[in-house]
């Protein structure tokens, strides 16, 4: 089976920012994890590999045929399952071949192992479906499931998947990791998943420097980075010393020549020695001492460079820590209050019945259950964005929701402004302390909502709930880390584990409960 080999490649957007500038990477005939930053252009470079976007410069060659899956669907003309196989015409002559209405001619071109073929890649992929079935009968979870079963389906060369288990629940996800531990040949599959990225043979870290590749799945990736990290530090630690050391020896070099100086004019004016004796001295001290001032100043603006090198290695690799404010919620504080709470929509059938649930003091818990069972729907019903049909909800804290989407920010307004929005009591000093307790200094608490990445939105939506001046106590996360890079997902855990609130999590997330110290679920 053949890799895939990027070469010298560059690319800018259509408003000509410079995505890629000679970018080169292999990805061999394995499953390889993409990862990095939002914005560093995971998504477009599946799309140059597959041929979807036009190359400015440089070379991707290797696989002849890849199947790529978007993170939104792309049902362009499909309509029944067979229509996303592109066999729909196949089926359509099976099925008149069954009521005994194909010629002759037709029956020797059927393909009598289409169906059973078909189902079976369904099967992979946990689907239970004939191919006939309209896709509009499928939740979403069910389609990215159907669409990766008809990738590979057509087995390409390459697979490239763009982040395939968003959204999907805990069984959707288990089938997907499942199909692709079964599957032989090249597989780029970008994501932010790290129990997804734990079945990975390599990992490749897509950066504004470039690509790097890393053997092994997450945790080796992680390791690595690790040690980067620690290697990081010591060269920091080290390009202080030099500083240090720097500073010390001009501050000597600058003793030893006042001292010198001052010997020089107490000779001339006892007059022990010459004029001229003492003004050749004098020129030598001045020549050698110019010549070493200048040595001690090439080296000085060496060491800071090197400092500023060293600073800036850290920067990248250090995880981001923030200072969260205490909330102040007591141990045995009644928190949330629901019971038998009822909620349908409109014509159909109640989609919550019965639910109840009581948090106390700073628990963190989180609703579980697949694809359509009403997660959402209970978070919108206690954040009061929606009105159960029976039953009660007493939010006895102050209470905020934060989605995936943040949407209690808005594009067009900046970070201050919207602390100021969502925070009209607190006064200018207060505000502009708590943003910059989150990393909102100077210029950047007046960037615009809407220009931010997904990891700067959420710590934007933190400062303004975690830093209110009345302090939520009890924050309401719905699927909050999915489009998240990996940097944006672990600033998250590092907000959520310093906050000491109550959580009530959403989230098919494994990795990310356990890391954000979830105790207790709500299975619905």
Same mark, same amino acid.
């Given at each position: 089976m053949p890799s895939?080999?990027?070469?010298?490649?560059?690319?800018h957007t259509p408003d000509n920012y410079?995505?890629?500038?000679?970018? /080169?990477? !292999?990805?061999? !005939?394995?499953? &390889?994890? #993409?990862?990095?930053?939002?914005? &560093?252009?995971?998504?477009?470079?599946?799309?140059?590999? %597959?041929g979807e976007l036009t @190359?400015? /410069?440089? &070379?991707i060659s290797g696989a002849t045929s890849v199947g790529i899956l978007h993170q939104s669907a792309d049902l362009t003309g499909a309509v029944t399952i067979a229509d996303l196989f592109g066999v729909a015409g196949q089926v359509a002559l099976l099925e008149r071949a069954a009521r005994g209405e194909a010629t002759v001619e037709e029956l020797a071109e059927a393909d009598w192992t289409l169906e059973a073929r078909i189902e079976a890649a369904l099967a992979g992929l946990g689907l239970d479906l004939p191919a *006939?079935? =309209? #896709?509009e009968r499928l939740s979403g979870?069910?389609?990215t499931r159907a669409r990766l079963a008809a990738l590979m389906f057509d087995a390409p060369d390459a697979l490239l998947l763009d982040e395939p288990t968003n959204h999907l629940d805990r069984e959707g996800r288990a089938f997907v990791m499942e199909a692709l531990q079964g599957w032989k040949g090249c597989a780029v599959i970008a994501s932010h998943d790290r129990t997804l990225l734990e079945g990975m043979d390599a990992i490749v870290e897509l950066t504004s420097l470039g690509a790097k590749t890393y053997g092994g799945n997450y945790s080796a990736y992680r390791a690595a980075k690790d040690a980067e990290l620690a290697a990081a530090e010591?060269?920091?630690?080290?390009?202080?010393?030099?500083?240090?050391? !720097?500073?010390?020896?001009?501050?000597a070099a600058a003793e030893r020549k006042a001292r010198t100086d001052r010997q020089g004019r107490q000779m001339r004016a006892s007059g022990s020695q010459s004029k001229m004796l003492m003004d050749k001295a004098k020129e030598r001290s001045e020549s050698s001492g110019g010549a070493a001032a200048r040595l001690r100043d090439r080296q000085a603006e060496e060491a800071g460079a090197a400092l500023e090198e060293a600073r800036a290695a850290l920067e990248v690799l250090e995880p981001l820590a923030m200072d969260v404010p205490p909330s102040g919620l007591a141990a045995g504080r009644d928190v949330l209050k629901v019971a038998g709470l009822r909620f349908g929509y409109p014509g159909g059938a109640p989609l919550l019945d019965d639910v109840s649930l009581t948090i106390r003091g700073p628990e963190r818990v989180a609703i579980s259950g697949p694809n359509g069972a009403g997660k959402s729907t209970l978070l919108a019903c206690l954040a009061g964005a929606l009105q159960p049909q029976a039953g009660s909800v007493a939010v006895q804290v102050p209470a905020v929701l934060i989605d995936q989407h943040m949407s209690l920010l808005h594009p067009d307004e900046t970070v201050a402004e919207a602390f100021a929005? @969502?925070?009209?009591?607190?006064? *200018?000093?207060?505000?502009?302390?708590?943003? %910059?307790?989150? #990393?909102?200094?100077?210029?950047?608490?007046?960037?615009?909502?809407? &220009?931010l990445s997904g990891g700067q939105k959420m710590r934007a939506g933190l400062a303004c709930t975690l830093?209110? /001046?009345? =302090?939520?106590? #009890? @924050? @309401?996360?719905? *699927? =909050?880390n999915n489009h998240l890079d990996l940097v944006a997902v672990e600033t998250l855990e590092a907000g959520l584990n310093a906050y000491d609130g109550a959580l009530l999590v959403v989230s098919h997330d494994e990795t990310f409960l356990r890391r954000i110290g979830v105790g207790r679920r709500v299975e619905l």
């Amino acid at each position: 089976m053949p890799s895939i080999s990027v070469a010298s490649l560059s690319w800018h957007t259509p408003d000509n920012y410079p995505l890629f500038d000679d970018l /080169s990477v !292999t990805f061999g !005939t394995v499953r &390889t994890g #993409l990862v990095g930053r939002n914005g &560093t252009g995971k998504s477009t470079l599946l799309r140059l590999i %597959a041929g979807e976007l036009t @190359l400015v /410069s440089g &070379t991707i060659s290797g696989a002849t045929s890849v199947g790529i899956l978007h993170q939104s669907a792309d049902l362009t003309g499909a309509v029944t399952i067979a229509d996303l196989f592109g066999v729909a015409g196949q089926v359509a002559l099976l099925e008149r071949a069954a009521r005994g209405e194909a010629t002759v001619e037709e029956l020797a071109e059927a393909d009598w192992t289409l169906e059973a073929r078909i189902e079976a890649a369904l099967a992979g992929l946990g689907l239970d479906l004939p191919a *006939e079935t =309209p #896709l509009e009968r499928l939740s979403g979870g069910q389609r990215t499931r159907a669409r990766l079963a008809a990738l590979m389906f057509d087995a390409p060369d390459a697979l490239l998947l763009d982040e395939p288990t968003n959204h999907l629940d805990r069984e959707g996800r288990a089938f997907v990791m499942e199909a692709l531990q079964g599957w032989k040949g090249c597989a780029v599959i970008a994501s932010h998943d790290r129990t997804l990225l734990e079945g990975m043979d390599a990992i490749v870290e897509l950066t504004s420097l470039g690509a790097k590749t890393y053997g092994g799945n997450y945790s080796a990736y992680r390791a690595a980075k690790d040690a980067e990290l620690a290697a990081a530090e010591q060269g920091l630690a080290k390009a202080e010393r030099g500083v240090a050391e !720097t500073q010390a020896r001009a501050q000597a070099a600058a003793e030893r020549k006042a001292r010198t100086d001052r010997q020089g004019r107490q000779m001339r004016a006892s007059g022990s020695q010459s004029k001229m004796l003492m003004d050749k001295a004098k020129e030598r001290s001045e020549s050698s001492g110019g010549a070493a001032a200048r040595l001690r100043d090439r080296q000085a603006e060496e060491a800071g460079a090197a400092l500023e090198e060293a600073r800036a290695a850290l920067e990248v690799l250090e995880p981001l820590a923030m200072d969260v404010p205490p909330s102040g919620l007591a141990a045995g504080r009644d928190v949330l209050k629901v019971a038998g709470l009822r909620f349908g929509y409109p014509g159909g059938a109640p989609l919550l019945d019965d639910v109840s649930l009581t948090i106390r003091g700073p628990e963190r818990v989180a609703i579980s259950g697949p694809n359509g069972a009403g997660k959402s729907t209970l978070l919108a019903c206690l954040a009061g964005a929606l009105q159960p049909q029976a039953g009660s909800v007493a939010v006895q804290v102050p209470a905020v929701l934060i989605d995936q989407h943040m949407s209690l920010l808005h594009p067009d307004e900046t970070v201050a402004e919207a602390f100021a929005r @969502l925070d009209p009591d607190a006064g *200018e000093n207060a505000r502009r302390a708590v943003l %910059a307790r989150f #990393l909102f200094r100077g210029e950047d608490a007046h960037r615009r909502i809407g &220009t931010l990445s997904g990891g700067q939105k959420m710590r934007a939506g933190l400062a303004c709930t975690l830093g209110h /001046s009345r =302090p939520r106590q #009890l @924050l @309401l996360l719905d *699927e =909050p880390n999915n489009h998240l890079d990996l940097v944006a997902v672990e600033t998250l855990e590092a907000g959520l584990n310093a906050y000491d609130g109550a959580l009530l999590v959403v989230s098919h997330d494994e990795t990310f409960l356990r890391r954000i110290g979830v105790g207790r679920r709500v299975e619905l």
